[in-house]
């Protein structure tokens, strides 16, 4: 992580993490005034690049620029895919499971009914039967 310090004005802090890898980053406020206000602005993926001060700092013509910013755009469409791929599976799996559990749940409420009914039919026998209706 590298951590940009870049601004700092009366009562206000201006922090840039930068990473180059998915990470979790903490940030800490602590206060004794209790009335302070914090704006939060979280920027991900490609926008988050100065292609200006890129294309400065590397030298880079007009065509290489945006070559590269096609190629992180590039990058971002298969992370998002990559992501929704595996939203999909483990939406499946979800559905898959809570299918089988439907299936055993009705399973299981099938042969309750069936064997109440024998119960039932065996109790009304006996019953009948000691009244010698039968």
Known sequence: IDIFKTSVYIYIYIYIYDTH???HIHTC???ENVLNRVHLDIQVGEHTNNYAEIAAK???TELQLRVRQLMEQVDQVQKEQNYQRYRE???RQTSESTNQRVLW???VQTLILVAIGFWQM???KSFFE???LV
């Open 130 to 132: 000691a009244k010698k």
């Open 29 to 31: 406020i602590h206060t």
């Open 105 to 107: 749940w009705s399973i």
């Open 122 to 124: 065996r109790h009304l």
């Open 21 to 23: 890898t998915s990470t």
């Open 58 to 60: 590397d030298k880079l």
């Open 89 to 91: 599976e483990r939406f």
